[in-house]
Nanobody, 125 residues
């Protein structure tokens, strides 16, 4: 399974960005796709997840109401729409794929099996 993120960049506070995660390879057995982020000096944080089978979504409190995860099955792509961005959202954003997701662990990075290379999001004041 290969995951490629795109859509990162520099945006002013209050602005929006949409990240994309294109999946390829043996994706039939995937259970879920998640988005994670890591800021300098901080641990990786799970922020959103979408279950492949039925589209159930999970969000971290830090992004709930501002970020929306969605999927396009025809394109094997998952999106992360980020609105009302804040400087504290600045981080490298990664998408990841899980083979067997337990809902209670939807935002736990150790439960993900494949990772993209990451895309930088920088939010300026």
């Amino acid at each position: 399974v290969q995951l490629v993120e795109s859509g990162g960049g520099l945006v002013q506070a209050g602005g929006s960005l949409r990240l994309s995660c294109a999946a390829s390879g043996s994706i039939f057995g995937l259970s879920a796709i998640g988005w994670f982020r890591q800021a300098p000096g901080k641990e990786r944080e799970g922020i959103a997840c979408i279950r492949k089978r039925d589209g159930t979504t999970y969000y971290a409190d830090s992004v709930k109401g501002r970020f929306t995860i969605s999927k396009d099955n025809a394109k094997d792509t998952v999106y992360l729409q980020m609105n009302s961005l804040k400087p504290e959202d600045t981080a490298v954003y990664y998408c990841a794929a899980s083979l067997l997701l337990q809902p209670i662990r939807a935002l736990i990075s150790k439960d993900y099996d494949y990772w993209g290379q990451g895309t930088q999001v920088t939010v300026s004041l």
